[in-house]
């Protein structure tokens, strides 16, 4: 169901989503796969985001990046988030990194969670 936003932000959990939904201060839908998704339902998903801005982030892990490759074949022109690998999971990652990727991406970040050094450009 489209709520109006333009930005999508597919993740893989519900987890993923609160802890984006956290520290993200613009709206943007937040769309969870619940780690997998059939073909007929990235297919439904891919025509359901026609003409929205698209962004991917999954978990640094080896299912993170297989979703990854899935999602980028039915959305080729979505935009990749990556968080760093050491953090491995996104519901796991520090609030400050998150914002900082966030940020990169282009997204409003609540800079509450922002470290001093810690955004790098």
């Known amino acids: 169901m489209y709520n109006g936003d333009e930005k999508v932000i597919i993740v893989e959990g519900k987890s993923d989503k609160i802890k984006v939904r956290e520290v993200l201060i613009e ?12 073909q007929t339902e990235l297919e439904d998903l891919a ?14 892990d080896d299912s ?7 999602l980028k074949r039915e959305l080729p022109e979505a935009r990749h988030i990556y968080i760093d690998r050491t953090y491995r999971q996104v519901e796991s990652c520090p609030g400050h990194h998150l914002a900082s990727v966030l940020i990169r991406a282009g997204f409003d970040a609540d800079t509450v969670f922002l470290k001093k050094n810690d955004l790098r450009w």
């Open 64 to 70: 993170g990046e297989k979703l990854r490759k899935q």
């Open 47 to 60: 025509d359901r985001l026609f003409d929205r801005d698209v962004y991917i982030l999954t978990d640094a």
């Open 27 to 38: 709206p943007a839908e937040i769309v969870c796969t619940n780690g997998t998704i059939g």
